[in-house]
C-alpha cells in the first residue's frame, strides 16, 4: 500500500526567504508523484509532477522538486517565498498497482511573513 | 479550455436526507474521481470512474456510490446522510489513458449536514 508523510503541518518563511515543504513516500513499485497546492474555499491546483522522466521537476509558481529514491522523498522548494504563496499544500503518489488513484499526505500550510 | 465544473457549490442538508453532487470533467477527459476532504481525515479517495464504469474504490460505506454517464458527466450520492458526511466534496478528471499524470481538480462542492 502506498502512503505518504509531510513533516510539518506548519510552516511559517519569511517574504523573500527559501521555501522548502518535505514529502516521504512509500509504494512498492516506482511512483507517480504529485505536488497540489490549494487556496482557501477552492480545489486543488496541480503544482507539478513526476512520471519517471527526469528527476529534478520544475512546476508552476517558479516551484521545483527533486525526486530522490534513495531517500523515498519528493521535496517541494521555491528559492523566494512571494505574500501570494501562503496556501496548503499538499503530496501525493500513485503506481501502477494503485491505478488512477492518489494517496495524499496531511497537508502542509505555509505562511509568508512580511 | 474549461475546467472541471462542480455544482452545486455549497450545500446544506439534514440528517438522514440524501444529496446528489455533479461534476462535469475537461472536455475529452474520461476518468472522473472523486475525494473527500474533511480536516480529521484529509483528502480520501471515493471512487474513480472510467467509460462509465467503476475502475477503483476507497473504503467508505455502501452510502456512498456514483455514476458517470456517456459524456464523462459524473454524479455522487450520499443516501442516509450522517453528521460526519459534512466535508469538501472534490471531483477530478483526467484523460484515463496510458502514464497516469494526474488529475485537474474542481473546486468542489462544500456539504454541510446538520
Known amino acids: 500500500a502506498q502512503s505518504v508523510t509531510q513533516l510539518g503541518s506548519h510552516v511559517s518563511v519569511s517574504e523573500g526567504a527559501l521555501v522548502l515543504l518535505r514529502c516521504n513516500y512509500s509504494s512498492s513499485v516506482p511512483p507517480y508523484l504529485f505536488w497540489y497546492v490549494q487556496y482557501p474555499n477552492q480545489g486543488l491546483q496541480l503544482l507539478l509532477k513526476y512520471t519517471s522522466a527526469a528527476t529534478l521537476v520544475k512546476g508552476i509558481n517558479g516551484f521545483e522538486a527533486e525526486f530522490k529514491k534513495s531517500e523515498t522523498s519528493f521535496h517541494l522548494t521555491k528559492p523566494s517565498a512571494h505574500m501570494s504563496d501562503a496556501a496548503e499544500y499538499f503530496c501525493?503518489?500513485?503506481?501502477?498497482?494503485?491505478?488512477?488513484?492518489?494517496?495524499f499526505g496531511g497537508g502542509t500550510r505555509l505562511m509568508v511573513k512580511p | 479550455k474549461a475546467g472541471v465544473t462542480q455544482t452545486p457549490r455549497y450545500l446544506i442538508k439534514t440528517r438522514g436526507q440524501q444529496v446528489t453532487l455533479s461534476c462535469s470533467p475537461i472536455?475529452?477527459?474520461?476518468?472522473v474521481s472523486w475525494y473527500q476532504q474533511t480536516p480529521g481525515q484529509g483528502l480520501q479517495f471515493l471512487f474513480e470512474y472510467f467509460s462509465e464504469t467503476q475502475r477503483n474504490k476507497g473504503n467508505f460505506p455502501g452510502r456512498f456510490s456514483g455514476r458517470q454517464f456517456s459524456n464523462s458527466r459524473s454524479e455522487m450520492n450520499v443516501s442516509t446522510l450522517e453528521l460526519g458526511d459534512s466535508a469538501l466534496y472534490l471531483c477530478?478528471?483526467?484523460?484515463?489513458?496510458?502514464?497516469?499524470?494526474?488529475?485537474?481538480f474542481g473546486s468542489g462542492t462544500r456539504l454541510t449536514v446538520v
Open positions: 501525493a503518489v500513485s503506481d501502477a498497482n494503485a491505478g488512477n488513484m492518489l494517496t
Open positions: 477530478a478528471s483526467s484523460l484515463g489513458q496510458g502514464i497516469f499524470d494526474g488529475y485537474t
Open positions: 472536455s475529452g477527459h474520461r476518468s
